[in-house]
């Protein structure tokens, strides 16, 4: 069993959380954005899908990406390295999130429902949740959206509706937050997918250790998307 949240009820340790399914921690309590900052701060993630109650996760490994280990294959770097395409942060938030919740093959529904959505939105007007976005042709070919806390990244989802885009806007990410001395950022389940990209897995013990003092830092800045890019070509 797990223990019910009210919106009173603060989370129970980490060290509580199932083996089965891994990392299953609490239900209840509701997404506000002070609610969902205390979550992110303890190594806590809400997932559910639709008729769940809100579900809060830490799983042990955590999947984890370090801003200097993401691995370019030669393919993505041949598609960095031509012109043809924008590499923006925050201005098509709520779009990527939409995007990110669309059906996709071979899966049936998805875990990001308006509940969620709408979450994440207040997160971003609070200056916590960002996206970034890859356009080509004047439209969004891609992206993915998390969440900043301090020197700390939280990935939530990614889209590609263009070969390689969601990789390319994970790239120059990485190269931003690099830059401003953020060293993970955080993948929540283990996936080939991931790994592919450079992700591993880490002690949970270890992954709090590196929250804790990521949280502690000043807050990153957000407007480097063209230094990014140029940082990349180089």
């Keep these: 069993m797990i223990p019910w949240l009210d919106l009173d009820t603060p989370f129970p340790p980490v ?17 506000s954005v002070g609610r969902l900052l ?5 190594g806590i993630f809400p997932w559910f899908s639709p008729g769940q109650p809100i579900l809060w996760w830490s799983p ?12 370019r ?42 509940e969620m959505q709408q979450a994440y939105q207040r997160l971003h007007a609070a200056g916590h949740a960002h996206s970034a976005e890859i356009w080509i042709d004047g439209k969004l070919a891609g992206g993915l959206y998390g969440v900043a806390i301090g020197r700390m990244f939280y990935g939530e989802s990614m889209f590609s509706h263009a070969t390689d885009a969601s990789k390319m806007a994970l790239a ?13 950022i955080d993948c929540q389940m283990q996936t080939p997918h991931l790994a592919s990209l450079g992700a591993h897995p880490m002690a949970r013990h270890d992954f709090l250790r590196e929250v804790e003092r990521g949280v502690a830092q000043p807050a990153m800045d957000w407007t480097w998307a063209s230094e990014a890019v140029g940082d990349v070509l180089r």
């Design 15 to 31: 060290a509580c959380a199932l083996d089965d399914p891994d990392g299953l921690l609490a239900a209840g309590a509701d997404l």
């Design 38 to 42: 205390t979550a992110y701060r303890l």
């Design 60 to 71: 042990n490994p955590r999947m984890v990406l370090p801003t200097g280990g993401f691995k």
């Design 73 to 114: 294959h030669r393919s993505l770097r041949q598609r960095l390295r031509k012109a043809g395409f924008d590499f923006r942060l925050d201005t098509a938030f709520a779009e990527v999130v939409r995007h990110c919740a669309l059906p996709r093959a071979g899966i049936s529904g998805t875990w990001i429902v308006p």
């Design 172 to 184: 120059l990410l990485c190269v931003g937050l690099q830059r401003q001395g953020c060293e993970w």
